[in-house]
């Protein structure tokens, strides 16, 4: 009974959120709710071989999906003021962009310790394993390097401003990015380029929903391929149900062994980013929680707990109520501005598009705040530049240069 409560509950919402939003399918409440609606619904279908849903999980996540879409849907129907005519500086664009070329070949030479230190038969699990730092001499740092966020960002960047003059810049930075995800054989990183690419594209009136959809259909199907290039083991009969049951349900069940408030120190998962840094400036002898968490069995194995872990174990129920309000107003905020045709948002919102659709797996909000904290950076650099006019003389400036000279 309480599995239908919370189905008609995310429905609601998800219908609500849709005309509010004017039926845009990247407001962060219609993917909010749509997304815990999917799981839900397919959990009813195809969890049977996996543990039982509880009170404790569907209780959560009806305070999770209605607070988030309600303080979201509120920070969108206020008029914000918006400055959307500004353009990135051209001096930081062509930064990026050659600072990207310039370390490309870094990621050839990675690809080539990962064949030479691999054990496997199958070169591309030893890429997946190269990037969980499951090879000797290679760490996770290694397969994730900042420079592969400046290539994201100045490819955002570019495709936002997409034109005749700069198309071939645009093309390289995607085929850039499509390698490192291919060498890192990682879903996350092509999901994250799939979804920021349609979303700019998408807000500026380059692609319609068909367009969505049908790409969509196509993601899925890479997702299987990579999944089974990158797998040792033999095919699954039904591969699409595997992957739907391993990727998107699994952690709901596994949500249900967390405890609550049973953190060590206090928000030691949620303000993690803090405890980092005081490691790291030898403030404390105490490390920071390993973002990759244990493995349980929940009828298969895994070890994402959704977006709810770090709030739940740190502050309870309370916690997920706190953050989800937060992040409703802070995500729709962004979304408020990027909708308005703001150019900052727009690019800033195709970075946590990922992050919204991922919460079925876990947090990337506030777990991977220092992330979060760099990608802002790269976007909004050049933006910034350019606002202020730095390193550069506008022609009122050059004016009064000319005239002092001229004197």
Request: some cysteine; proline content about 2%.
């Amino acid at each position: 009974m309480a599995m239908y409560i919370s189905i008609s509950l995310c429905l609601f919402l998800f219908i609500i959120s849709l005309i509010c939003s004017k039926y845009n399918i990247f407001s962060p409440s219609v993917i909010t709710s749509g997304i815990w609606l999917s799981v839900l619904f397919l959990y009813t279908f195809l969890g049977s071989g996996l543990n039982p849903l509880t009170d404790k999980f569907l209780s959560a996540i009806d305070i999770w999906v209605t607070l988030f879409c309600v303080s979201s849907l509120f920070i969108q129907a206020l008029s914000l003021s918006n400055n959307n005519r500004i353009k990135p500086s051209q001096l930081a664009r062509n930064i990026f962009f050659y600072a990207s070329l310039v370390t490309f070949p870094l990621l050839i030479l990675h690809a080539y310790e990962i064949v030479k230190l691999g054990t496997s038969t199958n070169w591309m699990a030893d890429m997946r394993s190269a990037a969980v730092g499951g090879i000797k001499g290679i760490s996770i740092e290694d397969s994730n390097p900042f420079y592969t966020l400046i290539w994201l960002g100045s490819y955002l960047i570019e495709l936002n401003c997409y034109s005749k003059e700069n198309k071939k810049r645009v093309f390289v930075l995607f085929l850039m990015y499509l390698m490192y995800a291919f060498i890192t054989m990682s879903k996350t990183n092509i999901l994250t380029l799939f979804l920021s690419t349609i979303f700019v594209l998408y807000s500026n009136k380059f692609i319609k929903f068909n367009h969505i959809a049908i790409s969509g259909i196509i993601i899925l199907f890479v997702f299987l391929g990579v999944q089974s290039l990158r797998s040792n083991s033999t095919a699954s009969k039904n591969p699409t149900s595997e992957f739907v049951t391993i990727y998107a349900l699994s952690s709901a069940p596994a949500f249900e062994t967390v405890k609550s408030e049973s953190s060590v120190q206090f928000g030691e998962n949620v303000f993690r980013f803090f405890y980092a840094v005081k490691y790291k400036l030898g403030l404390t002898k105490m490390k920071p929680n390993d973002t990759i968490l244990g493995f349980v069995n929940v009828g298969v194995v895994t070890n994402t707990y959704t977006v709810l872990y770090p709030y739940y174990k740190d502050f309870g129920l309370s916690g997920i109520a706190f953050f989800s309000i937060l992040l409703g107003l802070l995500l729709g905020f962004v979304y408020n501005k990027a909708e308005n045709g703001n150019v900052i948002f727009v690019v800033l919102y195709s970075f946590f598009l990922f992050e919204l659709v991922m919460q079925l797996v876990g947090d990337l909000f506030f777990t991977n705040f220092s992330l979060n904290l760099k990608l802002i950076l790269v976007a909004t650099t050049p933006y910034f530049i350019s606002r202020y006019e730095l390193f550069s003389y506008s022609r009122k400036q050059l004016k009064i240069i000319k005239n002092k000279v001229d004197e």
